[in-house]
């Protein structure tokens, strides 16, 4: 079992910076691919990046690629998501998730989920 906690989120002007962090109960965290996910009102869940357990592979959706870098500390059981050059169309609730397979935290059957946080990007 593990539980997710995400923090970091807020308010900030367009083109400001955001380090969203996501704190993971358990056992084990090294061994579960962790990700990020948004959603904005009206919109569907989507997926925004992903960490390999060890960190050494990560992936990024188009719309996020060279402003925002996915990051783990397995000694502390954290992932963090740093967010620079935020666009008001990067606002939505955003969840990190956790599951075995690097695949499967791509999606939304990902096997664990946190409660969100919301990130407001002003214009």
């Known amino acids: 079992q593990v539980q997710l906690g995400e923090s970091g989120g807020g308010v900030v002007q367009a083109g400001g910076s955001l380090r969203l962090s996501c704190a993971a109960s358990?056992?084990?965290?090294?061994?579960?691919?962790m990700g990020w996910f948004r959603q904005a009102p009206g919109k569907e869940r989507e997926f925004v990046a992903s960490?390999?357990?060890?960190?050494?592979?990560?992936y990024y959706a188009d719309s996020v690629k060279g402003r925002f870098t996915i990051s783990r500390d397995n000694a502390k059981n954290t992932v963090n998501l740093q967010m620079n050059s935020l666009k008001p169309e990067d606002t939505a609730v955003y969840y990190c998730?956790?599951?075995?397979?690097?695949?499967?935290?791509?999606?939304?059957?990902?096997?664990?989920w946190g409660q969100g946080t919301q990130v407001t990007v002003s214009s």
């Open positions: 998730n956790a599951d075995r397979s690097l695949g499967v935290v791509r999606t939304t059957t990902a096997e664990y």
């Open positions: 358990g056992r084990d965290f090294s061994s579960y691919a």
């Open positions: 960490i390999s357990g060890r960190g050494r592979i990560t």
